[in-house]
């Protein structure tokens, strides 16, 4: 029921006025109680939806059919708060910014309701109003009742047609409202993308969409058809060890595989990137592998496993100590040594044959998956990561070996972050760029190289992009 979009609203009658008369408390729906915890702690603590969520369930014991209507609601208004700001600010006579911030919580659930599920009217705004009665005291919410009562008088596709700018005049503009996103974001994606038109609208409204779980099977422990038996997922199209999982199919961290840490949740495009750096030929030693950024550590548990087949060692370095101990849960009994070290100075020997650089990034690759991720975002935020990207980049030529290969990948399409760190630092260590896309065989649509770029509408990846190098 959920997850659709609302048909048009042709007879919208006003409710009947309430009756006087001793009320009795509301029975809250846990659902949307969830929901509405989730946005407030976004809000409040810049905590992060997807981890909030699962562990609000865990305590309230909402389960099944409310787990899902609680995911829903939460993802969907977090990821859809710059669309539903858009309508809410229209629906009133003050800015935003003087609406108490658990009352917009409210209206951001009852809008997201309202214009982006099939759930009925009375039921989304009743609820919603039940919930500012609990949270902001009964005059909020008979505020948020008449800021919902004027939402309903149209459906998404009427908001926009008063609220988007001119498609012809701004399509980046009116496409980044169209599919929630940031106008800098969209533009970030219309760069890449060199289109402002369809293509662009597809990469925002795969964006705009629940991503679907992948899993990597642990090379030499499982296979990916033995993994998405147990599952009862597909193998992936493109990663030899992926495995992608039906929709709404529960926490995939209970499945067994995972528990017995034959498995473990990754993004395909990641797996892709991990592994091409493996494919690249190289004359002499293949001994030395070194994962410059490698926490959380899903890609050093991918390359460590395949050094495991090989006789390779991994070094695994890490500046945060707490996501370097998560390197090493990740890449216990495997050939891995974690260092918690600045990958600008690890200290470590040079020579590598392989240096993987999986470098901190604005994440706008992998939107999809983080529901408030892009709201919180700030362009100004590029500068930063890049200069810090290309000092990584130089100390990664510095410790790999003549002959050695070098991939350098970010979770993002942004040209400054991917061609522009790479294509500088490259002709910095006067190295030789390979044509990566060699090593991504079997992935259609990889444009006319030298680089790779995965994308969601494309591939069903996060928007992954991954540069190769060999040392002169
Ligand atoms: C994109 S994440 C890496 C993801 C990881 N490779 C994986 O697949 O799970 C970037 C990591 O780099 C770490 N980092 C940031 N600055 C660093 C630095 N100067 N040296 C080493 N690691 C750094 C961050 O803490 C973060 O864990």
Redesign the pocket.
């Known amino acids: 029921m959920t997850g659709q979009r609302r048909p048009s609203r042709p007879d919208r009658g006003r409710p009947a006025p309430r009756k006087q008369g001793p009320r009795r408390p509301p029975v809250e729906d846990p659902a949307r109680r969830v929901a509405l915890d989730v946005l407030r702690a976004v809000r409040e603590r810049d905590a992060y939806a997807n981890l909030v969520l699962p562990e609000l369930l865990r305590r309230t014991r909402v389960t099944g059919r409310d787990a899902a209507l609680a995911t829903e609601l939460a993802y969907g208004a977090a990821r859809a708060q710059g669309l539903l700001d858009e309508v809410i600010v229209a629906c009133l006579d003050r800015p935003l910014s003087k609406v108490d911030g658990v009352v917009l919580d409210c209206l951001r659930l009852g809008t997201y309701q309202l214009l982006r599920t099939r759930i009925p009217e009375h039921a989304a705004v009743g609820s919603t109003v039940d919930l500012a009665r609990a949270d902001a005291g009964s005059p909020a919410s008979g505020f948020v009742n008449a800021v919902l009562r004027k939402v309903s008088e149209k459906d998404e596709e009427g908001w926009m047609a008063q609220v988007a700018p001119d498609r012809d005049a701004d399509p980046i503009a009116y496409l980044a409202l169209r599919y929630a996103h940031p106008r800098w974001v969209a533009r970030a994606f219309a760069e890449a993308l060199g289109d402002k038109g369809t293509e662009l609208e597809a990469a925002l409204a795969a964006d705009d969409a629940r991503p679907e779980v992948h899993l990597v099977a642990r090379p030499g422990e499982i296979s990916a058809e033995e993994l998405a038996a147990i599952t009862g997922g597909d193998v992936a199209p493109y990663s030899p060890y992926g495995v992608h999982l039906p929709p709404g199919g529960g926490d995939p961290a209970d499945s067994e595989p995972i528990r017995e840490r034959l498995a473990a949740v990754?993004d395909e495009g990641?797996q892709l990137c991990?592994v091409a750096l493996t494919r690249a030929g190289l004359t002499g030693p293949d001994e030395r592998w070194l994962?410059?950024?490698?926490?959380?550590?899903?890609?050093?548990a991918l390359l460590g496993a395949l050094a495991a087949t090989t006789g390779a060692r991994v070094d695994a370095?890490?500046?945060?100590p707490h996501?370097a101990r998560l390197?090493e849960r990740?890449t216990e009994g495997l050939p891995v040594t974690v260092h918690v070290?600045?990958?600008?100075e690890?200290g470590l020997e040079p020579g590598f044959d392989r240096v993987?650089v999986?470098?901190?990034?604005t994440?706008l690759g992998a939107l999809r998956r983080r529901p408030e991720a892009r709201w919180r975002r700030r362009p100004s935020d590029v500068a930063d990561l890049t200069r810090?990207q290309s000092?990584?980049v130089a100390s990664a030529f510095e410790l790999l070996r003549p002959g050695g290969v070098l991939a350098y990948?970010?979770?993002s399409p942004h040209l400054a972050e991917t061609e522009g760190v790479f294509g500088q630092a490259a002709r910095r260590a006067n190295a030789e760029i390979l044509d990566s896309r060699e090593f991504f065989p079997g992935v259609p649509h990889l444009g006319d190289g030298p680089y790779t770029q995965l994308w969601p509408h494309r591939h069903g990846t996060d928007a992954m992009f991954c540069a190769m190098a060999r040392k002169q």
């Open positions: 990754q990641s991990a994962d410059l950024c490698a926490g959380p550590g899903g890609k050093a370095v890490e500046q945060a996501r390197v990740a070290a600045d990958g600008r690890p993987l999986d470098a901190p990034c994440g810090l000092e990584l990948v970010v979770c």
